[in-house]
């Protein structure tokens, strides 16, 4: 998973400010709130530049707020979230498939009163999830439940983490053999 943010966010206690997804910013918002006094750089890009017509600042790799900003622990559903807490396997036929070629199969169809939430979704190929259908009969591997949201970050630790800069690795406390820095 690469991101497309360019600067890591961490909270006033130099803890990430989530992992799920990582805490970013673009640059551009990165450099305002330093320049506005509402971050501290800790880590800058070695290359990179920005110019104005009065000053000249390197571009932050990692800021940390100055006020704790208490965080968000809750595991919120998301097709994301869903694969991951499944391993990324079709809870019917067992195979592992990328997050796009899963689909969201409800364990007791919306036909018949059932939910949204994370009790009563999984993870499914398109084939599987098709042969279903409305067959309650046929039963995924594993009754879906709520992860916490700890639960999701041990989890997402045993897959690559692709991070634009080398000064993330400190504070992500991430596996180093998953963790990919991205030149």
């Known amino acids: 998973m690469a991101y497309t943010s360019d600067t890591l966010v961490l909270n006033a206690d130099m803890q990430p400010m989530s992992l799920l997804p990582i805490r970013t910013v673009r640059w551009q918002k990165a450099v305002e709130d330093v320049y506005n006094d509402k971050l501290i750089v800790l880590h800058e890009y070695d290359d990179w530049d920005v110019h104005s017509p009065s000053m000249t600042m390197r571009v932050p790799s990692v800021v940390m707020h100055r006020d704790y900003v208490r965080p968000r622990v809750a595991a919120s559903w998301s097709?994301?979230?869903?694969?991951?807490?499944?391993?990324?396997?079709?809870?019917?036929?067992?195979?592992?498939?990328?997050?796009?070629?899963?689909?969201?199969?409800?364990?007791?169809?919306?036909?018949?009163?059932?939910?949204?939430?994370?009790?009563?979704?999984?993870?499914?190929?398109?084939?599987?999830?098709?042969?279903?259908?409305?067959?309650?009969?046929?039963?995924?591997?594993?009754?879906?439940?709520?992860?916490?949201?700890?639960?999701?970050?041990?989890?997402?630790?045993?897959?690559?983490?692709?991070?634009?800069?080398?000064?993330?690795?400190?504070?992500?406390?991430?596996?180093?053999?998953?963790?990919?820095?991205?030149?």
């Open 79 to 183: 097709k994301e979230h869903m694969c991951l807490r499944d391993g990324y396997t079709c809870q019917y036929c067992g195979k592992m498939f990328p997050t796009s070629q899963l689909t969201k199969d409800h364990v007791v169809p919306q036909f018949y009163g059932g939910g949204n939430g994370w009790t009563n979704l999984v993870a499914a190929c398109h084939p599987c999830n098709n042969r279903r259908g409305h067959n309650t009969r046929i039963q995924p591997m594993r009754k879906p439940y709520k992860p916490s949201y700890y639960e999701l970050v041990e989890l997402r630790k045993q897959y690559p983490l692709y991070v634009p800069h080398a000064s993330w690795a400190d504070y992500l406390m991430w596996p180093k053999e998953n963790l990919i820095i991205r030149h």
